[in-house]
């Protein structure tokens, strides 16, 4: 892989584990370079991940401690190693499934407790690893292995949901946006409380070919179309508004 | 299905026009915009702005540190087409695999 | 256990021979056999080799596995070296000929059919070499009716591929029955 | 009478399923108009298939925020008067071990389809296991009873999943499809008859649907907006289902009949088939996928002229203990393949009377036929 | 009990099964106040609850279906008897540790999918039944069986919570504010969807009596005292908030 | 050498303490200093203490939001170098179990008290009961070893506690504290001694850390944030941790490992305390609380001049199979009272080759030795 | 330790003067809390103003619909002390039980 | 056994038996006894009955609990009815003389203390009813030593009700004391 980021790497390890386009490659290549532009030492860090198809972005790959757990509870692990040893630079990194659906209460009571860990949810808003089945962040109307005429149910936005439980620092990024991503990746890190940031990636073999995207470059040309800076957000008329997603940091005090 | 991995990339320095692209990095701000468009002002030749790097989902763009030309690791490209799409110059096809 | 057979479809992950598989499975249930048919499954299945098997019987069957192949088609070189090495006792091969070189295997038939050639020559599509594989199958095996096939064909594949399907399986039964002659 | 024939929903003739899609059709067949699921691996089919037809017949269909969520949502909905099921693998079949407890001491009828693969933890989750049956009789805390079915074929998927409702409902008592992954992927003709029998709940206006006069009895049960003004509690409860938390007396009622409602009523419920064991010096005992492997080393063992015969248990739990201490004593010897290290062997030893031979395999593929031959005749 | 109650509490059951003083007494009050006021049919009605204190406001008094459930669990078992039978009116009632931390995820999920269910949080701020451990609500700063010493942790923000996870209609009121919590109620029984109130209700035995409240009726003063209504709250500055409560109707249109 | 003298925390002495009060004590002497837990009764008295201890002796305590992040929690503690625990009851153990299967899998040394209550379900949340002896077993799924102590009074949940942290740190297994409520809230007198002996984890810097060349061995452990950029995963893994997903071989040596590192060692985990054992007709074979009932009741016996024996069983997993067959020889008949429904009784079954005769009681109460002696008299 | 259940509630018609009182009803709008308040305005007398019913946690006080006048269930009174506390008139006092 | 005391204190829930139990076991351990207690726990803990039960012997003790108590104390009629049915020969029956009526027993030395009236009187506090009969008992049956009693105290009894506690058990002594005259 990438000669620049080989010192982050685990020897041995060649590829990627994703299928052609995953958007989870794009935020390990952000992760990595955010690590890289910090210089933060591997040996300090401890790379926390549930199950799912991105809880392979740190496990086995990256060069430094990881820990790969159950399936939902990667936060609940990551806490007692982040207590019992404050010293550890903790994140976890792992899938919307994983992490807001089965995991959902221990995302929130992390942010409520503010426990100084940095999650990453990679959103790709499907069951990729078991065979696409609808998330918790399947937008309405989208199909998947368990809604073949449309997820009725609505999804979380998890931003707000992160918000609601007492986060500090919540924000959002496309993987569209990757250098805003790695930015947001380094901030988070470097705050010494509980952070979030919800990633969009697509997932072009679960959620793709389902939704007939027809390559992995198309998908990620619809997602950089819904994306709107908050910036820019605030700028537009909510009908403009309407299907898009609002990406930026939405930095709240604590509640 | 997903895509077969039967494609590669080839690097050339000349082609077609390009087509209109997206905007890639919405969050950027505009001088560092402008900043990175400066970077791609000539069509077709790459002029080493960086987002092939960026946006590879398998880590396998690095840039050569000596040339600032960017290079990549065909061993363990899956073809997903990323760069081609996001190269802001047209300066990447992809070519069936032979 | 004359009337039971034990076929075995192979190649790599993409190539379709699991869906092969379970057309020729459900079609010879349709021609009412018992059969029941296992594949390869996880990890695999992207890329990597594939393998479909599927066991034929006029009688219920006791272990559904194939344990020896009495009809192994193959579709990558690889598939045919690690196949070949359990094959049952005068087993009839069928590989892709432009994928596949066959080395010599005593007691076997051994027939190369160009189902991948034809495909794209044909079809302009090489993914329906499965379907024209497993056309060449039947009519080489007499393991199940072509009227099975194609209804089975119209049970298992999506709406916008039955027609494509429907012409690689014609192709497959010619190029059997080539082969036959 | 509360066992009723009723037309099947599929036509009447041979289809190509796989496991996991005939046991769809086994739970739909029987009545189950209320899924509950979480995506795992290799279960999932189930819910995907049950979603597009539970739409179709006009029943329920819940993809839950977690297995904890999707047992407990089951539950909910049998009380409000549905045939409920869900289905999983070994990690979320863990999870739900305290809702299957809740069952249990309710008396709540529900199917639970494990689908296992190679465990402990997320071991190999592509791949196949039978590690779960221990945790199926202990896996919540205390002491109750439930039933357990092991099929061997796709037919059984279909078959066993119909008596696992009717069982259910029957006993009242949750009641698990213990599949394999070997049998859950495994395609194979199924035969549909055009008539399915089903056991309809007893229900008795007015009358207490916990307690029963009988020690072993079953209570009519009778279910949410009946105008009955239920109470349902996992707590120690009485007749009427009214919190008894100090009292001795009702909870060692309790807890006794909900035990012997399943123990006490054995012969009725264990089903077990044999083959070759009247002259059979070596019994293999086997249940599952495993027991075709067992049943072609058998005939096999046979055609050489081997005394070896075999006893596949369909039911695992209430164990088979009559036919092991009956069986076990004519061939004085018994030998146990498991794709665990030996969980249905140690329940063996229990009763049985002779030498238990287990042999174990834990790693991630099935039992070759080869193997138990090669080992029985080693035995021999 | 209460006479013009009595249609509403099933045969036999004579007195609250609480210690003296406590709020739930008052809430049970409310609802049954709220049900009788709207004249609903208890024979349509299930009352769904886990297990703790609060738990035992519906189950065994209510003179209706009630499902008595496991700790946490309540909504989850609610979502399947509202899903399958529509009819039947659901209201879960139970505590905040059991709704909020050990059920916190089913809570959240019920509000992303708009499951039509009441739920009517009893917030004691502490683990009454099992002997006044800290909650996920306890003020930072109070003492409790595990935090000897002042809690450390923020406590959730419940209205907040809730919303963050796309409640429709969701509304804080005290005990100490009968009526209103009356009419809240009736209000989020006739909507159709997921409604959520949080109610606030003193603890006298497990968080009183370690927190130095010398009654029942100290208690209930010190909670009017911090409660302030949301138009009051508009009016006021932020330094005179502080430490208030804010009750009322915080209605928010779907995410 | 592993095992070190240290220093006691309290001051040697005698103490008046519950259970659940010796337990905590025993936790922190033998170096516990991460405890995460969620409230339940009977066992919320360790929690209690625990949170002030821990204070005082500088390590973490955590409240988690419920029982399934309270021992995910001591997971990520005890890799990040700490000995950690946590205490619950029947509910909280079963919502435990498939955090408890991936400390099994992953060899991760943890200490679980389970201070057992009347079940199954909620049950009688105050009263006693001792029903989850097979949960601890198998209570998750897929196949794996745990060790599990069942003490008698205060004095051994000090002792075992201790123990239970040492068996944990040297077979990096988990290792469950059976109490029973009647243990846990019973008060009295309680030695401590001046010097407590502890197990230190094994490190070796650079050696893999899930495998070994032994096919039964226990890998030192390194931990997290000592450069050794560990790997740790609950799936199916080589011995440097790397996940292997489908590898046969793998699964079946790491499955076996996980399982011979204990039952092979069983020779010198196992504890067991007999009593007139030698010309005894009768064997008596009990555990937990009820053998001080079943003490009280042989001593009884014998003072008349019955031929009784009693053998107490310490520990409960791995089974003491061997002195089971043994003594069961000898004495030619069982006896096994318990406030179960004979779930050590049946275990016995599979070892003895004798008559066993087990005494259920499921009231919610402790078993009157009254009881025992009424019973042993009419089995003789 | 909790209150012992010692003291039982005694109904009166005239005592001391009422304490300065809490709003008991912030939620109320001013209309409705004029018209509440309007019932309560002579001191230590019972006006059947129904706030110790709504404010009871034992559901032990019922108005008389005949009579108007609030009625109390000493045999499921606790002894809180909460209606005394709330009632805006003084009307109700603590005493111990005999 | 003549060395096992087993010692049942009773009464109702909120009069303070379990705390009188754990102070008597307490002391007991420092005279260097060995002890065991146990007590009702549960719904019955608020208000209903209470029942705290301690046995007291020179070598380690078998069976912790009471099966028939030495020394029965009784604080209220419903406990005294129930406990007096499981005495053993000769044992010593201590009531509160205020709340509890006694009927005759075979066999049993009984003893009226007016505790809570003492209490009541001298302390002006009900609440320390328990550890007045609780210094009579000690007396009376001289099973635990004052001092060991006092220091229980000191250890089991939050801050500001030490003193109350030390004065009532002193009061209990003298009125034991009084009752051996």
Redesign the interface.
Known sequence: MARDLEQYLRSGITSTPFCPGCGHGILMNQILRAIDDLKLPMERMLFVSGIGCAAWIPSPHFNADTLHTLHGRAIAFATGAKMFNPALKVLVISGDGDLTSIGGNHLIHAARRDIALTVICANNMIYGMTGGQAASTTPVGALSATTMEGNTHRPFDLCKLVEGAGGSFVARYSVTQPLSLKEGIKKAIMIDHFTFIDVLSPCPTQYGRRNRYDSPAGMLKTLMESCVTLEEAERLSPESLEGKIITGEFRHGRA | MAEPCELKIKRRSKDDPAKSRYQTEPGLDEEAAVEEAGRCLVNNVCRSCDLCRYFCPDLCITMNEMTGSIEIDYDYCKGCGICAFICPKGAITMVREE | MGALKQVRLSGFGGQGVVLAGTILGHGAVKDGKWVAGSSSYGAQARGGSARADVVVSDRPIVFPHVIEANVLAAMAQTAYDKYTEQLARGATVIYDDELVRPRSIDGAIQIGVPATSTAIKLLNQQQSANIVILGAIAVITGIVSKGALSSAIEENVSERFKDLNIRALELGYKLGEADKQ | MPFRETESLLPSG???FSGNEAATEGALAAGC??Y?G?????S?EI??RI??RL?ELKG???????????I???????????K?MTATS??G???M???I??G???ETPMVVVDI?R??????????V?S??H??A????????QVIALSPW??QEMYDLTIDAFNLAEQYRVPVFLMGE??VG?????MDVRPKVTVFDRAKKKGTPPFGMVEEDGVPPMPC??E??????????HNDA???K??D??V??KL??R??NKVLNHREEIIQTESYYVDDATCLVVSYGFTA??A??AV?KLRGEGGRVGLLRLKTIWPFPDQVIRVLGKKAGKIYVPEM??G?VA?EI???ADCDVVPYF??????I???TIINQVRSLA
């Not at chain 4, 979480?38 to 290799?42: E, N, Q, S, V």
């Not at chain 4, 329920?60 to 999707?70: H, L, N, R, T, Y």
């Not at chain 4, 402990?120 to 989750?125: E, N």
């Not at chain 4, 395999?361 to 099935?366: L, S, V, Y």
Request: aromatic share 10%; glycine share 14%.
């Open positions: 041979s289809y190509y108009r209320y509950a979480y995506p795992i691996t290799p999932s819910m995907e979603a597009v739409k329920v269909f819940m993809q839950m925020e977690d297995e904890i969520a999707s407990c949502s089951v539950i909910g909905a049998v009380w409000a008067g549905a409920g070994g990690p079949f863990s999870l071990q305290e809702g407890g809740y249990a001491f309710t296992q190679a465990g402990p933890c997320t071991g190999q989750a592509t791949r296991g590690g779960d221990q945790q009789k202990w896996g919540s805390h205390g002491d109750y074929s796709v992954e070997s992927h495994l395609r194979e003709r949410f907006g105008g009955e003004k239920l109470l349902v509690t996992g707590s120690t289902g009214i919190r938390t100090d001795p007396l909870h060692e807890v006794s909900i035990n075709r492997s049943l072609y005939n665990n290290r969980q140690g030893m229990k009763y395999q834990t790693n991630g593929e099935i070759d036929p080869r």
